[in-house]
């Protein structure tokens, strides 16, 4: 459960950048006819008018493929959390069956319906008069919160996350197949964006796939060069050569060794720069990869400073992030990732502030 920022507190904030959002949302939910829902701790949000959950029994809930209660759960959200975490289908993998279409079900070209919706989100966002980035929909490839298929009803091919992880090593071909289907998907979705938009849109986040954990990465730089850069460099020099958009590439964890090759496939940025990660050195990254990438992210820890420091304590990381990421450009402040629910809110006042301190604007 990520919010929405509402303009007027964009505007207290001092955001920069507006996001335009495609319909489809997560669990086949799509973005529309949104009613009141009150969370476990009695927070009242507003959620999809398909957002059917049912209770787990423990003061958990259950949320089910496009709010098809009749199906079994898809998305778990445990008692006292905020999140919804998938539910892998048990489904086992038949090797002399396998189907890459199956693994592209979920991504379709847009419909027109989709892409009004989009048109009228990148307006919208274009109207702020500020940087207007756009969540390309079906554009990621092997984003691990997507492959088990939470918004499907009867999902197939591989959906098991730890099938998902050794598939490019056992089944590289497969892999490849999978991608290249959905990279002419979004390529084709990116083109009617363009038509209907075009320069209207700055930046585009086509990829969320995490190639990286606390303390090292998910694959090797080879086998990233033989599965992903061939459907990453196509989509990316599509954009690159059709629009004036920058690219967004995002990856949490310790992927020092993957920015070389993030840089080959044509990214010109990368987020949300976990530098809380091993090897992630602020000053390192800056130093060796500057140059080449953009860096949108890293300005606050928001495992420990953020929910855990004191306001004196949040104030001084972000000037120090600043002063690093932001020398000589190529940075834009934000957190490490999403700010989570129970961060105290003088917290996020101190790091606001801190960054209008170091713009000079107080």
């Known amino acids: 459960m990520a919010a929405i920022i509402p303009p007027e507190l964009a505007d207290k904030m001092g955001c920069d950048a507006a996001a335009a959002i495609s319909r489809g949302g997560p669990f086949g939910l799509p973005r529309e006819d ?62 002399d069956h396998l189907n890459p279409a199956d693994n592209v079900e979920e991504f379709s070209v847009l419909s027109p319906q989709d892409l009004r919706y989009i048109v009228r989100s990148v307006e919208e966002a274009y109207q702020t008069g500020r940087a207007v980035i756009l969540n390309a929909p079906g554009a990621t490839l092997g984003d691990i919160s997507w ?122 940025v990368l987020n949300p720069v976990q530098v809380s990660a091993v090897d992630m050195d602020a000053k390192r990254l800056k130093t060796e990869f500057g140059r080449d990438l953009s860096f949108w992210g890293g300005g606050i820890d928001t495992q420990l400073t953020l929910p855990f420091g004191t ?5 001084k990381q972000v000037l120090e992030r600043c002063a690093i990421f932001g020398k000589n450009g190529g940075f834009v402040f934000n957190p490490i990732h999403n700010v989570q629910q129970a961060v105290p809110v003088q917290n996020i006042v101190a790091m606001i502030d801190a960054v209008k301190e170091f713009n000079g604007e107080r």
């Not at 930046?203 to 060069?225: K, L």
Request: hydrophobic content about 30%; overall charge negative.
């Open 34 to 95: 949104y009613k009141p829902w009150t969370m476990p701790g009695g927070q009242e949000i507003l959620v999809p008018g398909l957002f059917n959950p049912t209770p787990d029994g423990e003061g958990g809930w259950y949320v089910h493929p496009q709010g098809d209660t009749s199906c079994p759960p898809s998305g778990h959200m445990p008692t006292k959390c905020y999140y919804f975490d998938n539910i892998e289908p048990n489904i086992e993998v038949d090797e």
């Open 147 to 268: 492959v088990p298929g939470g918004g499907l009803k009867h999902p197939k091919g591989i959906r098991r996350i730890e099938e998902w992880y050794i598939s490019p090593l056992i089944r590289p071909d497969y892999v490849k197949e999978v991608f290249d289907r959905q990279t002419d998907i979004a390529i084709n979705n990116l083109q009617y964006i363009k038509d209907a938009c075009g320069d209207k849109i700055d930046v585009v986040y086509t990829c969320g796939t995490d190639f990286g954990y606390q303390t090292g990465q998910f694959c090797s730089p080879a086998v990233f060069r033989d599965v992903w850069t061939p459907s990453y460099r196509k989509m990316n020099d599509w954009i690159h050569a059709n629009t004036t958009w920058k690219i967004i590439k995002h990856s949490c964890g310790a992927v020092v060794p993957l920015i070389p090759c993030f840089i080959e496939a044509g990214f010109d």
């Open 311 to 315: 306001p004196a304590e949040v104030r």
